[in-house]
């Protein structure tokens, strides 16, 4: 049985990812490696908290005595890495901790990963020849688009914030580490996820928060940011393809398909609910969308071209932005009023 380290697993997609990855393949022991910070919940693994090959570990990416404990340990032989900070507000009010985890906490896992699994560049050891390092990465380190155009795996990279900067490091860190030293690497970069265990500071769940409580839904600038929508375990299908089929040092975009502007989404989420879930006066939970000074350097439109995993992989978005965003928001309504 191999055991695959995987990082940030009780955050929005790694908790996602987990449950759905077990229950896929009975040949992986997963050991969770999560801090626990304010966006990570273990309520988010509860149907998986007793499974016989599953193990959590609390502590930091950064600690590198711990990272090279799990490795000897476990004997780590894959890493799936999505433990970040990811919220771009934050990373606007404090850098440093996204400089901190999302680079230095990158590199910690990938020098580790190097001195376990290889005896030099280019050279694995016996037993890891087909140890990979997967990457989960954001297509915001693209920048931003004009009206047209979408992003492919030739972009240039532009990032716009702290958060995307900081993604955009560990990109290259993880980049660097294949080409110097032979590494097995993977990056996927994907558009916005949506769907169950998201955060509650994050768009959609805020809508649909705030809706509930009869507060003001907010709204930066004139809502016309656009993004591509991912549902979450469409996500997690093209990463179990990119790591068990994607090719050594390749790059993938996963997106959705689905390009939405902020007041679409809003409206969309009201209408779902004016319809499971009523307002007492009978009146449209839109009446309580209300716009907010925009954000600084707020990018205006993300749009993925996935046509590459989809040709070389197969992969394909199987949730439609409507269908997906109903089991949603009857998951928050189920969170917020069960």
């Known amino acids: 049985m191999k055991t695959l380290l995987i990082t940030g697993g009780a955050g929005f997609i790694g908790s996602n990812f987990i449950p759905y990855f077990l229950q896929k393949y009975s040949q992986y022991h997963i050991v969770n490696l999560d801090m626990l910070t304010y966006a990570g919940d273990l309520k988010n693994l509860h149907e998986i908290e007793n499974h016989p090959r599953y193990t959590w570990i609390e502590e930091n990416i950064c600690n590198r005595k711990i990272v090279e404990f799990i490795f000897s340990e476990y004997n780590i032989e894959g890493v799936i890495h999505f433990a970040a900070e990811s919220h ?3 990373s606007i009010k404090t850098p440093d901790i996204f400089i901190q985890t999302n680079i230095n906490g990158t590199f910690t896992l990938l020098d580790v990963a190097y001195k ?4 030099a560049p280019f050279s694995p050891k016996s037993d890891f020849k087909t140890a990979r390092f997967h990457h989960i990465s954001t297509d915001e380190v693209y920048g931003t688009l004009g009206e047209t155009g979408l992003f492919t795996e030739q972009t240039p990279y532009a990032p716009n914030s702290p958060y995307s900067a900081s993604k955009a490091s560990s990109d290259m860190l993880v980049r660097s580490y294949h080409h110097t030293f032979g590494m097995n690497t993977v990056i996927t970069n ?6 169950p265990k998201q955060h509650d500071e994050k768009l959609i769940p805020t809508i649909i928060r705030n809706a509930l409580k009869g507060e003001a839904i907010p709204i930066y600038g004139d809502g016309k940011n656009i993004r591509d929508w991912l549902y979450v375990l469409d996500h997690c299908q093209g990463i179990d393809l990119a790591f068990h089929q994607g090719s050594n040092g390749e790059t993938y975009n996963i997106g959705g398909n689905h390009e939405k502007d902020n007041n679409s989404v809003a409206h969309a989420i009201c209408q779902i609910l004016d319809t499971i879930y009523p307002r007492k006066d009978c009146q449209s939970y839109q009446k309580q969308i209300t716009y907010v000074p925009d954000r600084p350097g707020h990018d205006k439109r993300y749009a993925i071209d996935a046509s590459k995993i989809e040709a070389l992989l197969g992969w394909n978005a199987k949730e439609s932005f409507e269908s997906g965003l ?4 009857k998951w928050y309504l189920e969170k917020y009023h069960g």
């Open 88 to 90: 771009v507000d934050n």
């Open 190 to 195: 994907c558009s916005n996820n949506y769907g």
């Open 116 to 119: 376990h699994w290889m005896d």
């Open 326 to 329: 109903y089991k949603t928001v």
